[in-house]
């Protein structure tokens, strides 16, 4: 075997900063802080059907903002857990973003009449970027590799594939949390991205899907904790 760097190492050293601008712009607060409201506020939130929209769009910024906390955690660690972890940091996190985008839609109808939304979040559902990203991209990561497991599409890719470059088991010591399947992780970004790990296009074309992603997280969270908190200072939240 050539001193080339294999695919899975190309592929986690991408991932240990795709998203790097997000922790950047987030802030670290030195004291706790909390948004609270009283019975009488829930009561009115309750009532309004777009209460239970902002709800589930804050979760969608928890899980992002999850995945990415894993990403930065493990930021210059090379050991293979921490490898595995960068790498699928990405992979759930298209998936999960894919899943923004489809509350974004649904948001549409509610929020027909919300400035705020139809100036900001929903924009992303015309940005052209953001269309080609979710259909070459997060797509497939989330119904073939992410939240669903589909051997018939393993099988496809690995067709494609005419040598394994990287570790099919990778790990440090003999703890079980750091063993990683290196190999099948591959295969996964290459469903993500649409080519094997073999081609010359692999890895600029998973650079840039990295990279649009990214950028789209980035779009998605800010306007959805301003929209987030555009509501809850109309609703009567307090911050203490």
Excluded at 179 to 199: H, P, R, W
Aim: glycine share 4%; net charge neutral.
């Amino acid at each position: 075997m050539d001193s080339c760097p294999s695919p899975v190492t190309h592929i986690y050293r991408a991932g240990e900063t795709h998203l790097r601008e997000r922790e950047e712009i987030m802030s670290t607060q030195e004291t706790d802080w909390h948004i609270i409201c009283d019975a009488d506020t829930f009561e009115k939130c309750r009532k309004d059907v777009k209460f239970a929209y902002i709800v589930t769009l804050a979760r969608a910024v928890n899980a992002l903002n999850f995945v990415n906390s894993v990403m930065v955690d493990k930021q210059g660690k090379d050991d293979p857990a921490a490898q595995r972890d960068r790498l699928n940091s990405y992979l759930f996190g298209s998936a999960i973003m894919y899943e923004a985008l489809k509350l974004v839609r649904a948001m549409n109808q509610p929020f027909l009449d919300d400035d705020d939304f139809q100036s900001g979040l929903r924009l992303l559902l015309k940005d052209r970027t953001a269309q080609q990203i979710e259909r070459a991209h997060l797509n497939p990561a989330r119904h073939q590799a992410v939240f669903h497991f589909i051997p018939e599409t393993f099988a496809a890719i690995i067709s494609k594939t005419i040598r394994i470059d990287s570790p099919f088991v990778s790990s440090r010591g003999k703890r079980r949390g750091n063993i990683s399947y290196a190999y099948a992780d591959v295969v996964a970004a290459e469903i993500l991205v649409g080519l094997s790990s073999n081609t010359e296009e692999f890895f600029s074309a998973l650079g840039d899907a990295m990279a649009k992603t990214r950028d789209l997280v980035i779009k998605f969270a800010d306007n959805a904790e301003r929209l987030i908190a555009l509501h809850l200072k109309a609703w009567g939240f307090q911050r203490e």
